[in-house]
């Protein structure tokens, strides 16, 4: 079978590597980049555990073919952090105990940075919208929608 | 947060620090099932049974294992026959369960397994096992399964618990009873009698991260297996027993895991991964898709159940007659033995009769959904709570004051009640300002009430003292929302060093003793006690090598605030770092293991209070308003006690509102995705109100009573009974999704 060569920018670096045609970027950035904080919960497109940025739009990469991805640039969980410093969403989440067994959490770490991006004031309605993409099965969404409206509060202060 | 009992003054048990493995969890770092990697790793795949009930007549191998990339394809006949090496029938259909043999029980049993260098390949392989079956007649129902003539699963299975026992076989594998006083007297002496009937279908647990295992095993039997599970010394002790090895051939790393709530305690994929890496010579991954895990794993049954109760005018419960019929799904082990024991535990009624039927059917076998079993006994029990309240016109806290279970109460189960928090939890909810909130058209209020045991059972812990004064509390339970900070909370008040110089770790099943699976709301109770009795036994050797050091008899030594002190003040007072610095002359490293069986469990109670707003056009309901009050015993970590108490109340609503599952005529499931099978979204939810209530359990060391499950218990007839005091419908079948909500109304209009 032959593969395809795809150049990225992943995390604020060029990156290459190889794939097939019928692969998923979530399975091409596990196996092939060696990038797993993204999770396949569904593979449908239905949970949004493997949500990552694709040129600052939040995508499920479980619906995009990984030769799509070619020259585009993606931001994936283990991205979120700059230079050792936590992005305000990764540091409310953990002080609002918004996780807990954490499998849906990149994918609401994701989701609810490409809604700050746009939108720094959401309201709780709007965040439950912009969020509703994403499952979580532990939390009752309750703390997380508290730890983005926290975050948010701190990004706008800043 | 309702405090019952003072606070006594804990330093760490009941503060929020941020957990411990948390940074790792945000930054994409953790490792989850399906996230490990092996040199020369394989991919597996699973060929599952199209049909509900079949004979396999043969199976064809030999195309699979020709294609491209194939290096192991294996079904049933590669896998020891328990059933006659005389095992014990649990253990038979755990192996025929993992793998079938000579017959399929539902759409999705395993029927054979490949593993190939590409996920692409191992698609391919599995598509070309070619596998002849013959179609059985099959059942789907409890009712289907309880009828005359119905098809048999199993030809052997004799009804247990029935005297005589029957002499022909049937679907049903046992029954309960549970009974007390005079039912005709009780029902005589009532003023007011409900009589209903229910329904409910089987759910999912849902959690979010699919099962997934990665074996490696070595030619000299010897294999490792890594796996996201409960319980990771069951997961061992299981596949050593369908491989047929000992189960310290085994060794189980547990990697961390996405979610569980009863569905990961049991085992599918693992000795699967381990005979495909024997056969192979290479590690093999096995990872379910998300439809795998609809169709083969979980659920929790389907029931029927009715309920008839009878209460005086001053709101007296007088009698209650329960009879139960729980789907098994393929095997026996429906929950309903607990079902019967938790069905009427919230109330001291004089006269009952409580009697459930296990009944298999060619579904996937059931397996443990947080507080398994209850949540149904309850939607119909609280249901008809609800409307003898109506009836008699009296408060829906009111009439279960009147009758809740306290200390002394002997519960419907048998044994009495030691110091429980129901009363508590009820009064907590009518104390809330939500229970007064104004409500508008087309809203409605619902009260629901909870019980169940919570677990004790097995566990061990080592707490080893670093060089530097640092202490790693060693445990064997997979934490599956918090636990490594409820340890190093209660690690941190014994040993008296701060929360942050405490590592939790989950070790191996080579690396610390024995642990009972993450299951039954017991980690904080059970780990937890082996926690701090390894802490206690830490602080008397660190209080012995301070007598030594300072010459004095150990009882002029005590431990405060993480140092020890002469009583006197004669010597100047020795850190845990100094006595860590010292240790080498003082007796070497400083350690100390635990374990124990099942100290003290705490019964978990719930009340809770929705607010719905049903849209009569639609039949939609939306949940406006919650309030979810819960006795903890002691809450060493409010902030994940209110996630589980907040967990538990949304997975309960997803069950109330949406959640079920749907078969076609053939047995098949319609709706293995989560687009079909919808469990709440954010948007679909208001904040979820918690109230911890703090009755401390008496038999553990900081009062924990376990709080994973019995949040799951009260809120479907919380939901319902909100809708019935919003459009006056009294549903009765789960879930209450718009259609049935709306014909509902439309009836009562007629
Ligand atoms: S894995 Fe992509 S949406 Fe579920
Ligand atoms: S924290 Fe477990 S699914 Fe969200």
Redesign the interface.
Known sequence: MSRTHISAVINGDETEFLT?D?TSLL?AL??EVG??????????G??G?CSVLIDDRVTCACLVFAPEADGATIV???G??TSGE?HPL?QC?????A????????GF?MAAKALLDRNPDPTE?E???A????????????????AVQEAAREIREK | MAITEENPGYKWVGTRPIRPDGLEKVTGKARFGADLALPGMLHGKVVRSPHAHAEIVSIDTSAAEAMPGVKAVITGADFPDLAANGAHAGDIDVATNTIARDKVLYEGHVVAAVAAITREQAEAAAKAVEITYEVLPHVLTVDEAMADGAPLLHDGMITKGVDPAPEDPSNIASKILHERGDLDQGFGEADSVVEREFTTKPVHQGYIEPHAAVADANSDGRANLWCSSQGHFQMRAYTATVLGVSPGNIKVTAAEIGGGFGGKTVIYLEPLAVRLSQRAGRPVKLVMDRDEVFRATGPTSGTRIKVKMGATKDGKMTAAEVWMAYEAGAYAGSPVGAAGMTAIACYDIPNFVVEGYDVVCNKPRVAAYRAPGAPMAAFAVESVVDELARNLEIDPIDIRLANAAVEGTQASYGPKFPRIGFVETLEAIKDHPNYSEELGPNQGRGVSAGFWFNAGMMSSATVHINENGTATVVTGSPDIGGSRQSMALMAAEELGIPYESIKPVVADTETVGFNDVTGGSRVTLATGAAVVDACRLVVEDLRSRAAKTWDVELDQVEWVEGQAQHIDGAQPPLSLGDLAKKSGRTGGPISANASLNSRGVGAGFSTQLCDVEVDPETGVTRVIRYLTAQDAGRAISPDYVEGQMQGGVVQGIGWALNEEYIHDTDGVMENPSFLDYRIPVASDLPMIDCSIVEVPNPAHPYGVRGVGEVGIVPPMAAVGNAINDAVDVRMTELPMSPIKVLEAITDQSD
Do not use: W
């Open positions: 097939e019928g399975n596990r196996d990038l797993t904080g993204a999770k396949e919960g569904c593979g449908t239905d949970c555990s994936t969980v283990e979120l952090a936590l990764q989440f953990l002080e609002g105990a996780l807990q067994c954490g499998i849906c959490t990149p770490l309605t965040i439950r919208y969020l509703a993409g994403n499952l979580c099965r532990c939390t009752g969404y309750d703390k997380i929608i508290r």
